[in-house]
């Protein structure tokens, strides 16, 4: 939490300038990125079901083969990100993906179970017959762990911005800096309910905005997101510590940003710590 405290409420000015941040995002959102890898990681994975005729689907010609998979995984796509966005927002299990991953797989498997039922004997089997629904379970839940699995290795990595080309202008969040803090460097920007507290070489404080939003309009600084509540510039960082199998970095300032392990191994990776 802040140690100053008394700056909790932002200037009418900051208020106003940045209220609408938080009902649009001047690109596509988290969810919608999220949403179009899992649909192509999905569909990938639909054609080659289809072509290698999986789950006793061989004998069904080629074409009708490729919409039923086709339905099939983009369905169990859209499925899958609603529900990892529920999870998301409560930040259940965040330190620990592989668990959280387990949960919605298990979430995903019974409504797809449902689906599969349905798409399969309407389509393959020309009618309803509800006594198979369990003949779909096992593989269901195997096509589901393995897409779940896959999509986290690809999709949980630290959303990242970059340092701006030569000649270009500066990130358009500088705009939105308070007056006392304009020409600062920005260290950190961290979420606080619906604010953002900005760390500065100039000091704190806060403006209402959503850290996803803000993380958009940052692009021009090379930076990351270490965490869900914490986006960090890299040329911010003076030290990094690991305890208790979590890491830390410590800031130009004194402020300390903590690293999810989510995102622990991509930021080492790339040269963070």
């Known amino acids: 939490m802040s140690p100053h405290p008394q700056s909790r409420e932002p200037t009418p000015p900051v208020r106003g300038r940045t209220g609408g941040a938080v009902h649009a995002s001047p690109v596509a959102g988290t969810l919608a990125n999220r949403h179009v890898r899992g649909t192509v990681i999905a569909l990938i994975a639909g054609v080659f079901l289809a072509l290698t005729g999986a789950f006793e689907t061989g004998g069904v010609p080629l074409p009708t083969r490729l919409v039923y998979w086709a339905i099939l995984m983009a369905t169990g796509s859209a499925v899958g990100v609603a529900i990892s966005a529920v999870i998301d927002r409560t930040g259940w299990l965040e330190e620990r993906p592989w668990v959280q991953g387990a949960v919605i797989a298990l979430a995903l498997t019974p409504v797809l179970i449902v689906f599969v039922w349905l798409v399969t004997d309407l389509l393959l089997n020309g009618g309803l017959r509800p ?31 970059h340092a701006q080309p030569t000649g270009s202008g500066p990130p358009r969040f500088l705009d939105r800096l308070p007056p006392k803090l304009r020409g600062a460097e920005l260290y950190a920007v961290e979420a606080e309910d619906h604010y953002l507290r900005l760390h500065t070489s100039k000091g704190q404080d806060l403006i209402l905005m959503r850290l996803s939003d803000a993380v958009a309009e940052l692009e021009g600084i090379e930076g ?22 979590r890491a830390s970095l410590t800031l130009k300032g004194g402020a300390v940003a903590p690293v999810s392990r989510a995102y622990a191994g991509a930021l080492r990776a790339a040269g963070w710590y």
């Open 131 to 161: 006594g198979r629904m369990i003949h779909y379970a096992l593989p269901v839940l195997i096509v589901t762990t393995a897409l779940t699995a896959l999509n986290y290795v690809v999709q949980r990595q630290p959303q990242e911005t």
């Open 224 to 245: 990351a997101r270490t965490h869900r509540s914490w986006w960090v510039a890299k040329g911010a960082v003076e030290a990094a510590r690991r305890g208790d199998g």
